[in-house]
């Protein structure tokens, strides 16, 4: 987690800071770029693969399937994260951390981390997270408390 203390400062105030809205921007079209470079392949297979009385069938499948699927990642992948940015708004959990292996728990709420990355802070420290608000997706910044704090989470 690189996290500036112009990104702090803007989760402090509840909002998203320009840099992390540009990094959300890129994990959602990388996501999609994937998926659209992805789908052509598999009617691609069902035409070479079938014999020519079977493609049509076959590839009008496969194809609202992909339909399907490409919609299914937009609706509960993209459309998501493209309502954080256009909100700007970000969640703050206070409490305790406690790291586990691919998830960090601050006050008892559980929030989801990059693969291979771990936070720098101590198990049973106190800490401030700040979070994407749709299911609390992402973990934007983190940083220790000094002063003891009660364990709640706060909606940005």
């Given at each position: 987690m690189r996290t500036t203390p112009d990104d702090l400062a803007a989760n402090r105030a509840g909002n998203l800071s320009?840099?992390?809205?540009?990094?959300?921007?890129?994990?959602?079209?990388?996501?999609?770029?994937?998926a659209l470079t992805g789908t052509p392949v598999v009617p691609l297979f069902a035409y070479f693969g079938l014999p020519?009385?079977?493609?049509?069938?076959?590839?009008?499948?496969?194809?609202?399937?992909?339909?399907?699927?490409?919609?299914?990642?937009?609706?509960?992948?993209?459309?998501?994260?493209?309502?954080?940015?256009?909100?700007?708004?970000?969640?703050?959990?206070?409490?305790?951390?406690?790291?586990?292996?691919?998830?960090?728990?601050?006050?008892?709420?559980?929030?989801?981390l990059a693969r291979g990355s771990r936070p720098s802070i101590v198990d049973g420290q106190l800490c401030r997270a700040y979070v994407v608000p749709k299911g609390r997706i992402r973990l934007l910044a983190l940083e220790p408390v000094d002063t003891p704090i009660a364990t709640t989470a706060r909606r940005g």
């Open positions: 320009p840099r992390q809205a540009s990094a959300l921007r890129r994990e959602y079209r990388f996501l999609m770029a994937g020519a009385t079977e493609r049509p069938a076959v590839i009008a499948i496969t194809l609202l399937a992909e339909l399907a699927i490409l919609l299914a990642i937009y609706w509960f992948g993209v459309r998501p994260v493209i309502q954080v940015i256009a909100r700007g708004r970000v969640d703050t959990l206070l409490g305790t951390a406690s790291w586990h292996r691919g998830w960090l728990s601050v006050g008892g709420q559980r929030v989801p």
